[in-house]
């Protein structure tokens, strides 16, 4: 039996990389188109030590038709996993533009080629972004879709699309996930996150903090009406994303249709708890300042992930204090990325 083939869009980056690891695990062959413009290639390196090969990796981007055309001509893929987008919220409200251009053109260009090679089963990374401000935690799949920036408002539009493209044609098998904070990194401490200048997201910041890079946290806002008044997220760690990827790829292959699922942990923690158990982890005290509320944050939500569990068997198994642990291993080793 021939191993499958899984074309990985942005594969190099943080949850594709570790994806790559979860896929080659399940015993597929994992391809990665990545125009590198947020990650890096030494990554290939480091999974080579993970799992033993080198993944291929061709470096492009999924809005160049003729290169997509060329891997689907050149590769029998049997499918996808569409992590390639650009995912800051700051950014997409400052420049809307590019954010549509990449996630929703992207897309659009990813799944023509798709078509157009009979390649029809993808597995495309959302976000729960698309709920915005939720009228409840833990938020369901069934909750009211009103994303308040444009990042999710470009997530949301490519879900509507490629929820039209299966109903045209029913041949096609696609999952959507919504992920929720996905923090922690592999536990062999070889790979991680490691964004490029100031950090978006609170696990990397803490880890900054924690190994000097940074000096203090800047904590935004502490009078929400949450048990400690910080604010309160769903976190779920990388690789409990990864296995779920490749649980969704597993349902996808079985039958047609579409498919849209929470991946999260079902319950939330505060700012405060994440730090408290990264001084745990680390043995590391983390500094920090308590400022303003940042527009456009809500104070607290979280997943609904039991259609998940009844859908894929899939459930997120490692803890928060996993999660620390596994990110400052990361952070401790690799202070400079893959510098």
């Known amino acids: 039996m021939t191993t499958q083939t899984i074309l990985v869009t942005g594969g190099a980056g943080f949850i594709g990389s570790h994806t790559c690891v979860a896929l080659a695990e399940a015993?597929?062959?994992?391809?990665?188109?990545?125009?590198?413009g947020n990650s890096d290639r030494r990554v290939i390196g480091r999974l080579e030590r993970i799992i033993g090969k080198a993944p291929r990796l061709i470096v492009g981007d999924v809005r160049d038709r003729?290169?997509?055309d060329r891997v689907f001509r050149e590769t029998p893929i049997s499918g996808v996993i569409h992590f390639a987008g650009l995912k800051a919220v700051g950014d997409s409200v400052a420049d809307p533009i590019t954010y549509y251009d990449n996630n929703v053109n992207g897309s659009f260009v990813l799944a023509a080629a798709m078509h157009a090679a009979g390649v029809q089963t993808l597995i495309f990374s959302s976000s729960a972004t698309v709920y915005g401000d939720p009228d409840r935690s833990p938020i369901p799949e069934t909750a009211a879709l009103r994303p308040a920036n444009p990042y999710g408002h470009s997530k949301r539009m490519v879900e509507q699309a490629l929820a039209d493209l299966q109903h045209a044609h029913p041949a096609w098998r696609i999952a959507l996930l919504r992920y929720f904070n996905p923090v922690g990194a592999h536990e062999s401490g070889l790979i991680g996150e490691h964004p490029q200048?100031?950090?978006?997201?609170?696990?990397p910041f803490v880890s900054q903090v924690a190994v000097g890079l940074r000096e203090r946290l800047a904590v935004h806002g502490g009078d929400y009406p949450t048990p400690d008044g910080t604010?309160?997220?769903?976190?779920?760690?990388?690789?409990?994303?990864?296995?779920g990827h490749v649980a969704a790829l597993r349902h996808a292959e079985k039958q047609p249709g579409l498919t849209t699922l929470n991946l999260g942990t079902g319950h939330g923690a505060s700012v405060l708890e994440v730090v408290k158990a990264f001084e745990r982890a680390s043995g590391q005290p983390i500094a920090y300042d308590v400022g303003p509320r940042r527009p456009g944050d809500v104070p607290a939500y979280w997943g609904d992930p039991t259609?998940?569990?009844?859908?894929?068997?899939?459930r997120a198994r490692r803890g928060l204090d996993q999660m620390c642990a596994d990110s400052w291993r990361w952070q401790q080793g690799n202070p400079n990325g893959y510098e």
């Open 231 to 243: 604010g309160v997220r769903d976190y779920v760690h990388v690789m409990d994303l990864a296995e």
């Open 197 to 203: 200048g100031k950090p978006n997201n609170l696990m």
């Open 27 to 36: 015993g597929y062959e994992p391809l990665i188109l990545d125009n590198l």
């Open 66 to 68: 003729a290169l997509l």
């Open 307 to 314: 259609l998940a569990e009844a859908t894929l068997g899939w």
